[in-house]
C-alpha cells in the first residue's frame, strides 16, 4: 500500500458527461501529480500541485481541470467526456518536488461509452 | 521539454536469465532517474533511482547505470524470477522543474 488513496477505482460515464476523480496524497506529502495512463501507452503527465498551487502543466486539455484543496487532496475534473478520454488516471504524491520517489496510488480506470 | 525514449517496448527472458531496459533522455540539465514498476492492476512503484553524481547502483539483483556524456541510462535485472513480470517505466527529471517524463515502458516477461 503507497499510502496514496484514490476514489472511485472504476468509472463508467456517457460522452458528454463529466467527472470528478479523487486523490488523497500520502500523510505530509505535499506535491500531487496527475497521470492518463491509455491502453498499451506509458504514463502522460497531466497536472501537478505543490501545496495547493498548481507547479507545472503537461498536455492536459482544455477540458480537463484540476485543483489541490487546503487538506492537500486534490480532484481532477474532466468533462465533455469522449470516447478516447477511457484511460487509467493516476494520482502520485511525494514529500516535495520533482526529484524524489513519487507514490502512486492504485488509478481510477474510466470507461466512457 | 525533455523526451525521453526506452526499448525494448517488450522482453522477454528465460527464468535466471538477465534482462536489460535502456532509455535515453535529451535534455542535459536532468539529473534524477527513478525506475518504476507496474503490476498488473496496481500503480507503478519506485524500484531504484539515480542522481546525475553517481554513475551505478545497486539494490540486490537490480542495478541501474547512467552514462551523462551519452544521456542514457539502463537498467539491469540479474537472476530474474517470475515475480519480476510486470511493465517497468523509466523517467527523467530535472532539479527546479516539476515534471517527470516517463519513457513508454518495457513489458517483461519472465519465463519459468
Known amino acids: 500500500d503507497s499510502g496514496v488513496t484514490q476514489t472511485p477505482k472504476h468509472l463508467i460515464t456517457a460522452t458528454g458527461q463529466r467527472v470528478t476523480l479523487r486523490c488523497s496524497p500520502r500523510s505530509g506529502d505535499l506535491s500531487v501529480y496527475w497521470y492518463q495512463q491509455s491502453l498499451d501507452q506509458g504514463l502522460q503527465f497531466l497536472i501537478q500541485y505543490y501545496n495547493g498551487e498548481e507547479r507545472a502543466k503537461g498536455n492536459i486539455l482544455e477540458r480537463f481541470s484540476a485543483q489541490q484543496f487546503p487538506d492537500l487532496h486534490s480532484e481532477l475534473n474532466l468533462s465533455s467526456l469522449e470516447l478516447g478520454d477511457s484511460a487509467l488516471y493516476f494520482c502520485?504524491?511525494?514529500?516535495?518536488?520533482?526529484?524524489?520517489?513519487?507514490?502512486f496510488g492504485q488509478g481510477t480506470r474510466l470507461t466512457v461509452v | 521539454g525533455e523526451n525521453v525514449e526506452q526499448h525494448p517496448s517488450t522482453l522477454s527472458v528465460q527464468e535466471g536469465d538477465s534482462a536489460v531496459i535502456k532509455c535515453t533522455y535529451s535534455?542535459?540539465?536532468?539529473?534524477?532517474f527513478p525506475w518504476y514498476k507496474q503490476e498488473l492492476g496496481k500503480g507503478p512503484q519506485l524500484i531504484i533511482d539515480?542522481?546525475?553524481?553517481?554513475g551505478e547502483k545497486k539494490d540486490q539483483r537490480i542495478a541501474v547505470t547512467l552514462n551523462k556524456t551519452a544521456k542514457h541510462f539502463s537498467l539491469h535485472i540479474t537472476e530474474t524470477q517470475p515475480e519480476d513480470s510486470a511493465v517497468y517505466f523509466c523517467a527523467a527529471s530535472k532539479e527546479g522543474y516539476q515534471k517527470v517524463t516517463f519513457g513508454t515502458g518495457t513489458k517483461l516477461q519472465v519465463i519459468p
Open positions: 535534455d542535459s540539465a536532468s539529473n534524477y
Open positions: 539515480i542522481r546525475s553524481n553517481v
Open positions: 502520485a504524491s511525494s514529500p516535495q518536488g520533482a526529484n524524489t520517489e513519487a507514490f
